[in-house]
């Protein structure tokens, strides 16, 4: 059974860092790109960017570069999704999700992991 | 403002039918890239509904249905159910931006 398990919430201050992981499971996680989505309260989903575990080659949404860092490694299955200082306006929750091709759709997503954002 | 165009809501008694569309333009939809679609109930991670434009994955009830025509595509519920009360969103890949999301289309089975 193919899974993508996430880490758990988080509670952090403005200005903090931070590193989300998700685990998948039941399939070889390098033949398929993760990618990282985020989901603001009450708000639609963004796609962050993707990840091939592979190569760990990454396509960034325009609008997301410079702001996240995304990483994989594949030797324990897991990607990551990291911020080196954030901000109130980064609270949401984020996805991760597996994917064929970088173009491509999301066939199995994580659980999601809630980031709080407050001072 | 998203590149990729739904309605805010749709509405439906149990039985019937309603559509949903996502209405793109010529570097999205209109380029000849696919749609995809996504169920996301209260609470929980959006789910895989339709995807390349009219393909359901294994499990998905033949109820759901996908189409794409020029730069729109429409996602279409026959025989509503209550437990079809979610949001929806489309999904496509854009030349200029990257692979976008619709701005979600809650629907409401009355």
Redesign the interface.
């Known amino acids: 059974e193919v899974q993508l398990v996430q880490s758990g919430a988080e509670v952090k201050k403005p200005g903090e860092s931070l590193r989300i992981s998700c685990k998948g499971s039941g399939y070889n996680f390098a033949t398929y790109w993760i990618?990282w989505?985020r989901q603001m309260p009450g708000k639609?989903?963004?796609?962050l960017g993707?990840i091939d575990p592979s190569d760990s080659y990454i396509?960034?949404?325009?609008s997301f570069r410079g702001h996240v860092t995304i990483s994989a490694d594949k030797s324990i299955s897991t990607a990551f999704l990291q911020w080196s200082s954030l901000k109130a306006s980064d609270t949401a929750i984020y996805?991760c999700?597996r994917s064929t091709d970088?173009?491509?759709?999301?066939?199995?997503?994580?659980?999601?992991t809630l980031v709080t954002v407050s001072s | 403002q998203?590149v990729l165009t739904q309605p805010p809501s749709v509405s439906g008694a149990p039985g019937q039918r309603v559509t949903i569309s996502c209405t793109g333009s010529s570097s999205n939809i209109g380029a000849g890239?696919?749609v995809?679609w996504?169920q996301?109930l209260p609470g929980t991670?959006?789910?895989?509904l339709i995807?390349?434009n009219r393909n359901r994955?294994s499990g998905v009830p033949d109820r759901f249905s996908g189409s794409k025509s020029g730069t729109s595509a429409s996602l279409a519920i026959t025989g509503l159910q209550a437990e079809d009360e979610a949001?929806y969103?489309c999904?496509s890949?854009d030349s200029s931006?990257?692979?976008?999301?619709?701005?979600?289309t809650k629907l409401t089975v009355l």
């Open positions: 990618s989505v639609g989903l963004e796609l993707r396509h960034y949404n325009p996805y999700a970088y173009r491509d759709y999301d066939d199995y997503w994580g659980q999601g | 998203s890239s696919d995809h996504y996301q991670a959006p789910k895989l995807y390349a994955p949001d969103y999904q890949y931006l990257f692979v976008v999301f619709g701005g979600g």
